[in-house]
């Protein structure tokens, strides 16, 4: 504890930089946590209502959709306004929709990856103060009455360089973290993407059934 106090009171300097990353790391890690959280759904469960729902129309499809909420939901009713009026574009207007949803999930992450990157520079530029500060003390003391003074400022040292390291490995961890989750939504919006494609087909092939059978009715009345 003592070291502590001598490192907070002598080189608050150093460590504010580290301290002010922790405290956005945390801020940053509840944000995304309490948005994740908000917008999960369990796309296992939602498939199977939304195919039989599409079977029956576009609208019944938008209004499951809109009952799911959250995120998935938004992508899947806008996936349906997609698939009835712009049929033959769905692919590349359903894949944007999807890149708009994932920059939505990556918001902030950028910052926990910079603060992973800082942290451990700033530990080291706390440490090589802290030691140049340290010998400063030591040209200008001597005998056994400066010793604990010097040892007290290596053990501050460090104590930045473990500052520094902690917060690098916590933003780290809840980077990939989060990086994780994000590539679970996109799995979620692929799933979506196959729903719908699979949805435009059997409507092009009930199409292309029923032209024939238009056109032979026609065809006997020219007769």
């Given at each position: 504890?003592?070291?502590i106090?001598?490192?907070?009171v002598?080189?608050?300097?150093?460590?504010s930089?580290?301290?002010?990353?922790s405290v956005?790391?945390?801020?940053?890690a509840?944000?995304r946590?309490?948005f994740?959280?908000?917008?999960?759904?369990d796309?296992?469960?939602?498939?199977p209502?939304?195919?039989r729902a599409?079977?029956?129309s576009l609208d019944?499809?938008?209004?499951?959709?809109?009952k799911?909420g959250?995120l998935?939901g938004q992508?899947s009713?806008?996936?349906?306004?997609?698939?009835?009026?712009?049929?033959?574009?769905f692919e590349?207007?359903f894949?944007?929709?999807?890149?708009?949803?994932?920059?939505n999930?990556e918001?902030h992450?950028?910052?926990l990856?910079?603060i992973?990157t800082?942290?451990?520079?700033?530990g080291?530029?706390?440490?090589?103060?802290r030691?140049?500060?340290?010998?400063?003390?030591?040209?200008?003391?001597?005998?056994?009455?400066?010793a604990?003074?010097i040892?007290?400022?290596?053990?501050s040292?460090?104590?930045?360089?473990a500052?520094?390291?902690?917060?690098?490995?916590?933003?780290?961890?809840l980077?990939?973290?989060f990086?994780?989750?994000?590539?679970?939504?996109e799995?979620?919006?692929?799933?979506?993407?196959l729903?719908?494609?699979?949805?435009a087909?059997?409507?092009?092939?009930?199409m292309?059934?029923a032209?024939?059978?238009?056109?032979?009715?026609?065809?006997?009345?020219?007769m």
């Open positions: 504890m003592e070291l106090r001598f490192a907070i002598h080189d608050w300097a150093v460590l930089p580290i301290i002010f990353c956005v790391a945390v801020a940053v509840l944000e946590w309490r994740y959280r908000k917008n999960h759904r796309v296992v469960e939602f498939i209502v939304l195919q599409l079977q029956h019944q499809g938008q209004i499951e959709s809109a799911l959250g998935l992508v009713e806008e996936g349906i306004y997609t698939l009835a009026k712009h049929k033959g574009n590349r207007s894949d944007i929709t999807v890149s708009l949803a994932v920059r999930l918001r992450l950028s910052i990856g910079t992973a800082i942290s451990p520079y700033l080291l530029f706390g440490t090589v103060v030691i140049l500060l340290t010998f400063g003390e030591m040209s200008q003391t001597s005998g056994a009455v400066a604990p003074q040892m007290f400022g290596i053990g040292a460090l104590i930045a360089t500052c520094g390291l902690g917060v690098a490995i916590a933003a780290v961890a980077n990939n973290y990086h994780t989750l994000v590539s679970h939504y799995e979620d919006f692929q799933l979506l993407k729903v719908f494609l699979g949805e087909e059997s409507r092009q092939a009930a292309r059934a032209a024939p059978a238009r056109a032979v009715p026609e065809a006997h009345g020219r």
